[in-house]
């Protein structure tokens, strides 16, 4: 029986650059530290077919993985949007661009949040922006307790044999 974990690195759409300009849209676990992309193959991924090139298997291993790694916990396997078909770059940047537009609209109050909580110290501009030391209250006053039993809980170890 092995531990579930997920692939070392996953690479979905593009590479990384750590100089100033436009980047290239990725998606690798542990993408960049200190402004250093942590894959040394990054500049090798330019779209999803280089993936499939460079690194055969790491795109069905890393689906497969995100399909079952809930299941020795009791719950059925992970169902996936697009019958689990892999996009390409140009799809990932429209979605991030898609979704970059919607938080915007949240965070200036041009749609309806619901019972999501807007506040912020980042936008200066958005009618939910706070001091710090607002932030700071707010933060300070919710509750947070950890029990014991939910700390053993989160920590489990789950395995699937092969």
Request: net charge positive; glycine share 6%; aromatic share 12%.
């Amino acid at each position: 029986m092995r531990a579930l974990r997920p692939p070392r690195a996953v690479a979905a759409a593009g590479g990384a650059s750590a100089r100033p300009g436009p980047r290239r849209a990725m998606a690798l676990y542990r993408t960049e530290e200190r402004g250093r992309p942590c894959s040394r193959d990054y500049r090798v991924f330019f779209n999803i077919g280089d993936v499939k090139k460079f690194k055969p298997g790491y795109l069905e291993a890393t689906l497969n993985w995100f399909r079952v790694y809930k299941v020795p916990e009791g719950k059925p396997e992970n169902q996936f949007a697009f019958n689990g078909e892999f996009k390409n770059k140009a799809f990932a940047l429209e979605i991030i661009k898609s979704t970059h537009e919607c938080w915007k609209a949240l965070l200036m109050k041009k749609c309806n949040g619901g019972a999501i909580n807007c506040t912020n110290v980042q936008v200066c501009d958005s009618p939910f922006h706070c001091t710090q030391d607002e932030a700071r209250s707010l933060v300070e006053s919710v509750s947070f307790s950890l029990n014991k039993e939910s700390n053993e809980e989160e920590q489990a170890w789950y395995f699937l044999g092969k």
